[in-house]
């Protein structure tokens, strides 16, 4: 679903039409109108951006922690709010805030505007569930985002009870496993899971109570619950239970478990991240700080919801937004309409995640490539836009924006006045483009699940891009030696470390693992490798985790590796592979089949996709331009492919460096998590990747010299 969430939002945000009016206007417009926009400042000073905590080292060698510019006191940061420390608190806070304004936003269809339920509907609808309260009571929800799965959540909090989201793209197994290993009595789904969930509770004992987000039941579903020994009900039936039935409110505490957050791993089960009320209060009042240092969020803020829920990410967004009484709309659910419901809720907030948005730039660009005159007058609006930027001016008001970027502003309502993004990392050049483009703050985080999203960010006005930011005031982080691969902290560079109340408590019965990634003195292993710059933020360089050595000794990243050469605009996605017994990488690559059909078009090609991956031409020129993404992303020669292989054909280039691809095979088919080729969060299920393709790299191997 999020690849066709990514392609929805970029068909129609990229339409060369959205970038220009008329050419001819630029023959005529030497200059742009200046206006008398107040410049912004920095609310620190950009050139010393953190600084050392005294006392405290790192046990393995190496340098001292730094702490975020933000931390006023000696002590991290718990809540931004006196009144607002557990998530129930939070939620009460908001509804204050926005003297009790809307909450929860949802349309029936394209042709109809955003219905809203107020802070105080919403409160007094949420459902009782029917299950015991308290922190032995966990309830699992299987959904999409929706005001439902809101309401649900905020149930738990009211009644100490423990969410465990269930990723939608989670197959039978998975959600099985989770549902054993938590004992969970309860789970709240949407429609469309109801009769696979049904199915597949013979494997559940525990199990006994689905509720359906649906407004009916059907014989079909009633009868395959009693048959199964369940007891089915619909949200309504339960809030009329409810009310029938009062039970006193039994708001969560601080120490309180809030939720356990199931990351998939490449192999074998889930693994649950344990959260508390302390946790993700702490992030997001962490994030808070942040973006509050220059913007001011209130109840006039409104964020669409098409990230899903059951990632922290999008949960710490809405968190933070409902503390200072904002607004949530939710997409329908359609990929195909969200822009549609974008421009219907005019939001003020965006986040996106860096495959979307990197997919935006790429199309723009080759769209305004296509015309002299539209290539022109795009250059020249990003320099204007970009001289404002660096003297502090953000504005969307300017000639420019109306001549060139107002309607790809409009594609997002027009309202957006902050954009933040994570999950992976953007170029900055792509960074570049969206202040320019968009007229508002841009800001990059960085952080896992197991610090409940967020554990960095950029400091609002900071336009030097390839970094992640400042801790934030909740963590201070420290570096440790990686000396296996020639990291040592002393020289500002090593494993990324994190410390603080946003950190997680472990993983939910798993021992073994909960000490593979906390130490003994409460520090959460990233596994990313980083180096502190000069002005103090922090930069993500490497990764730990994967790492293998080649047959010279040379030790390799692959995932950094990855991360490159999907920058290249032929290549969607690669998986980089080295046999420890060889001298060099090989790697499968899926090139982007909407720029290599547009490729085949501008050179009157007519064959299909998967005939063009079969050609030697292509093959060369993606290629070459692998090759020379690497060589200007500062990859090592070790650290180029030596072998890519494409899937559908093989062919030798004699003339190629040695460290450069001699044998190419297309992969026409994306990995996706249908093909087992990805994870329910989207990252390369490598073991799996690796069997599927060993036929392929040992021919690939005997074809490199030896």
Same mark, same amino acid.
């Given at each position: 679903?999020? %690849?066709?969430?990514?392609?929805?939002?970029?068909?129609?945000? #990229?339409?060369?039409?959205?970038?220009?009016?008329?050419?001819?206007?630029?023959?005529?417009?030497?200059?742009?109108?200046?206006?008398?926009?107040?410049?912004?400042?920095?609310?620190?000073?950009?050139?010393?951006?953190? #600084?050392?905590?005294?006392?405290? +080292?790192?046990?393995?060698?190496?340098?001292?922690?730094?702490?975020?510019?933000?931390?006023?006191?000696?002590?991290?940061?718990?809540? +931004?709010?006196?009144?607002?420390?557990?998530?129930?608190?939070?939620?009460?806070?908001?509804?204050?805030?926005? !003297?009790?304004?809307?909450?929860?936003?949802?349309? *029936?269809?394209?042709?109809?505007?955003?219905?809203?339920?107020?802070?105080?509907?919403?409160?007094?609808?949420?459902?009782?569930?029917?299950?015991?309260?308290?922190?032995?009571?966990?309830?699992?929800?299987?959904?999409?985002?929706?005001?439902?799965?809101?309401?649900?959540?905020?149930?738990?909090?009211?009644?100490?009870?423990?969410?465990?989201?269930?990723?939608?793209?989670? /197959?039978?197994?998975?959600?099985?496993?989770?549902?054993?290993?938590?004992?969970?009595?309860?789970?709240?789904?949407?429609?469309?899971?109801?009769?696979?969930?049904?199915?597949?509770?013979?494997?559940?004992?525990?199990?006994?109570?689905?509720?359906?987000?649906?407004?009916?039941?059907?014989?079909?579903?009633?009868?395959?619950?009693?048959?199964?020994?369940?007891?089915?009900?619909?949200?309504?039936?339960?809030?009329?239970?409810?009310?029938?039935?009062?039970?006193?409110?039994?708001?969560?505490?601080?120490?309180?478990?809030?939720?356990?957050?199931?990351?998939?791993?490449?192999?074998?089960?889930?693994?649950?991240?344990?959260?508390?009320?302390?946790?993700?209060?702490?992030?997001?009042?962490?994030?808070?700080?942040? *973006?509050?240092? #220059?913007?001011?969020?209130?109840?006039?803020?409104?964020?669409?919801?098409?990230?899903?829920?059951?990632? &922290?990410?999008?949960?710490?967004?809405?968190?933070?937004?409902? &503390?200072?009484?904002?607004?949530?709309?939710?997409?329908?659910?359609?990929?195909?309409?969200?822009?549609?419901?974008?421009?219907?809720?005019?939001?003020?907030?965006?986040?996106?995640?860096?495959?979307?948005?990197?997919?935006?730039?790429?199309?723009?660009?080759?769209?305004?490539?296509?015309?002299?005159?539209?290539?022109?007058?795009?250059?020249?609006?990003?320099?204007?836009?970009?001289?404002?930027?660096?003297?502090?001016?953000?504005?969307?008001?300017?000639?420019?924006?109306?001549?060139?970027?107002?309607?790809?502003?409009?594609?997002?309502?027009?309202?957006?006045?902050?954009?933040?993004?994570?999950?992976?990392?953007?170029?900055?050049?792509?960074?570049?483009?969206?202040?320019?483009? +968009?007229?508002?703050?841009?800001?990059?985080?960085?952080?896992?699940?197991?610090?409940?999203?967020?554990?960095?960010?950029?400091?609002?006005?900071?336009?030097? /891009?390839?970094?992640?930011?400042?801790?934030?005031?909740?963590?201070?982080?420290?570096?440790?030696?990686?000396?296996?691969?020639?990291?040592?902290?002393?020289?500002?560079?090593?494993?990324?470390?994190?410390?603080?109340?946003?950190?997680?408590?472990?993983?939910?019965?798993?021992? %073994?693992?909960?000490?593979?990634?906390?130490?003994?003195?409460?520090?959460?292993?990233?596994?990313?490798?980083?180096?502190?710059?000069?002005?103090?933020?922090?930069?993500? *360089?490497?990764?730990? !985790?994967?790492?293998?050595?080649?047959?010279?000794?040379?030790?390799?990243?692959?995932?950094?590796?990855?991360?490159?050469?999907?920058?290249?605009?032929?290549?969607?996605?690669?998986?980089?592979?080295?046999?420890?017994?060889?001298?060099?990488?090989?790697?499968?690559?899926?090139?982007?089949?909407?720029?290599?059909?547009?490729?085949?078009?501008?050179?009157?090609?007519?064959?299909?996709?998967?005939?063009?991956?079969?050609?030697?031409?292509?093959?060369?020129?993606?290629?070459?331009?692998?090759?020379?993404?690497? !060589?200007?992303?500062?990859?090592?020669?070790?650290?180029?492919?030596?072998?890519?292989?494409?899937?559908?054909?093989?062919?030798?280039?004699?003339?190629?460096?040695?460290?450069?691809?001699?044998?190419?095979?297309?992969?026409?088919?994306?990995?996706?998590?249908?093909?087992?080729?990805?994870?329910?969060?989207?990252?390369?299920?490598?073991?799996?990747?690796?069997?599927?393709?060993?036929?392929?790299?040992?021919?690939?191997?005997?074809?490199?010299?030896?």
């Amino acid at each position: 679903m999020a %690849e066709e969430t990514h392609s929805a939002l970029v068909n129609f945000l #990229s339409d060369p039409a959205t970038l220009v009016g008329l050419g001819v206007v630029a023959a005529g417009t030497a200059y742009y109108l200046s206006s008398r926009t107040t410049p912004f400042s920095p609310p620190v000073p950009l050139g010393n951006q953190t #600084s050392e905590v005294p006392n405290v +080292f790192s046990s393995e060698g190496g340098e001292r922690a730094r702490k975020s510019p933000f931390q006023k006191t000696d002590d991290l940061m718990t809540s +931004f709010y006196e009144d607002a420390k557990t998530l129930y608190q939070s939620f009460q806070r908001g509804k204050r805030e926005s !003297k009790n304004g809307p909450c929860l936003g949802w349309r *029936v269809g394209p042709d109809h505007p955003y219905q809203w339920l107020s802070y105080q509907e919403f409160g007094a609808g949420l459902v009782q569930l029917g299950v015991e309260t308290g922190q032995d009571s966990f309830v699992g929800i299987y959904a999409r985002n929706s005001p439902e799965w809101v309401v649900t959540e905020q149930s738990c909090n009211y009644y100490s009870r423990v969410l465990v989201p269930l990723y939608d793209t989670l /197959g039978a197994e998975a959600v099985a496993y989770i549902i054993n290993q938590t004992c969970m009595s309860v789970v709240v789904c949407e429609a469309s899971k109801l009769l696979p969930l049904i199915k597949h509770s013979g494997n559940c004992p525990s199990l006994r109570l689905i509720i359906t987000m649906a407004n009916s039941i059907s014989s079909e579903e009633r009868d395959a619950a009693q048959q199964a020994g369940l007891v089915l009900h619909t949200m309504a039936d339960v809030k009329v239970m409810g009310r029938e039935t009062p039970v006193e409110l039994m708001p969560a505490a601080v120490e309180s478990l809030a939720t356990i957050c199931y990351t998939s791993g490449t192999t074998g089960n889930p693994k649950g991240v344990i959260l508390t009320n302390e946790n993700m209060v702490a992030d997001a009042s962490g994030v808070l700080a942040l *973006v509050e240092s #220059s913007i001011t969020i209130g109840p006039e803020d409104v964020h669409i919801s098409y990230l899903p829920l059951a990632h &922290m990410m999008e949960r710490l967004v809405e968190l933070f937004l409902f &503390m200072n009484g904002a607004r949530v709309g939710f997409f329908r659910g359609d990929v195909k309409e969200l822009v549609n419901d974008i421009q219907a809720l005019k939001p003020t907030f965006f986040v996106s995640v860096p495959r979307l948005l990197n997919r935006v730039y790429d199309k723009v660009i080759a769209g305004v490539s296509a015309s002299p005159i539209k290539k022109w007058l795009f250059q020249k609006a990003m320099a204007s836009k970009r001289r404002e930027i660096e003297r502090g001016v953000i504005r969307r008001d300017s000639m420019w924006d109306w001549i060139v970027f107002s309607k790809i502003q409009n594609t997002l309502g027009g309202r957006v006045r902050i954009i933040v993004t994570g999950s992976a990392p953007i170029s900055a050049k792509v960074m570049d483009f969206l202040r320019c483009a +968009f007229g508002c703050l841009v800001l990059e985080g960085y952080g896992q699940t197991e610090c409940a999203a967020a554990a960095s960010g950029t400091v609002p006005g900071d336009i030097r /891009g390839g970094h992640v930011g400042v801790p934030l005031p909740c963590n201070i982080i420290k570096l440790v030696d990686v000396a296996e691969m020639d990291y040592f902290a002393e020289n500002g560079e090593g494993e990324i470390c994190f410390k603080g109340p946003n950190v997680f408590k472990g993983y939910y019965k798993d021992e %073994e693992k909960t000490k593979e990634a906390l130490d003994s003195d409460g520090w959460l292993h990233s596994g990313d490798i980083g180096r502190w710059e000069p002005n103090g933020t922090l930069r993500i *360089v490497d990764r730990k !985790k994967h790492i293998f050595k080649l047959a010279q000794g040379e030790y390799i990243a692959p995932e950094k590796i990855e991360n490159m050469y999907i920058t290249s605009k032929y290549v969607a996605q690669t998986y980089v592979y080295g046999d420890s017994l060889k001298a060099a990488l090989v790697a499968i690559v899926v090139p982007d089949e909407e720029v290599v059909l547009k490729w085949a078009k501008d050179n009157r090609k007519t064959e299909t996709f998967e005939d063009l991956c079969q050609t030697q031409e292509l093959k060369k020129l993606i290629h070459k331009d692998m090759t020379q993404t690497g !060589k200007e992303g500062g990859l090592h020669s070790f650290e180029q492919a030596s072998h890519l292989h494409l899937e559908s054909a093989k062919y030798a280039l004699s003339n190629l460096n040695p460290n450069c691809a001699k044998a190419i095979f297309l992969e026409s088919e994306p990995f996706s998590v249908d093909n087992n080729g990805l994870t329910p969060t989207f990252k390369l299920r490598r073991p799996f990747l690796k069997s599927k393709y060993m036929a392929t790299f040992v021919q690939l191997y005997s074809q490199l010299p030896s």
